[in-house]
């Protein structure tokens, strides 16, 4: 009703970079999109039609949400399904193929185009670049052998958002011969050293996400940001797939108070 009443989110400030959200034409514009997707390219296309062909009435406008929310605008997909692990939740087991995923993205970019949304080269450009890296997510978190981590945060994509160097993100399609060893810990009344034990704290994953702004396997850098990694660890939000273990945490603690030996 929005659309047919010409209705428009209000003018964002002219002083203030809009999102791309708000550049998109905010949830209106996402709906007519998805809807536009979902209720007429999906069900004529032979690849895509069998995968959504029992998909709930909301559907459009739940992957609205998640793009808007992706998009730095509201977030109402969190609020209202659960976020990360409920769109995860939708994934696991279907073996989605490249050619189905490929297809996906080349028809909703065409709803994109159909639905008005703007097509200017910086926001396609954005547009696009999560629809590939997304969905290629998405395939791989849907294979029948994946372990895709459990509470990561919805991604959010801005003017300058990149996906970040390859294998900053947890892979779900680990093996056995990528894993990194077990840490080491200190043992009860001796004293931790940043070589033997807090350096094996961090994986390889840990310092490749990390590298923008310190190096975890670097003694100087990590106790130039202890206090700050501390806190995170404690909270439970570094690494942003799973909250280390309380004895792990005690342990990079304990080697702050003892001086940050090397």
Known sequence: MHWYAEFRDPVPDPDCEPTIFEWAGGVPALTRMTRLFYEKFVPADPLLAPLFAAMSADHAERVAKWLAEVFCGPRAYSRQYGGYERMLSQHIAKCLTEEQRSRWVSLLLQAAREAGLPNDPEFRSAFQSYLEWGSRLAVENSQSHAQPPQHMPIPHWDWNTA??????????????????????????????????????L???RD????????????????RSHAPEILRRVRAGTMPCDKAWPREWVEAFEHWIDTGMNA
């Open 207 to 222: 310092r490749r996400a990390m590298q923008f702004a310190l190096d975890l396997w670097s003694l100087a850098d990590v």
């Open 163 to 200: 996906a970040g160097p390859p294998g900053c993100r947890p892979s779900a399609l680990v093996t056995s011969a990528d894993a990194d060893p077990p840490p080491v810990l200190p043992a009860s009344g001796t004293q931790p050293s940043f070589e033997r034990h807090i350096k094996t």
């Open 202 to 204: 961090f994986r390889q």
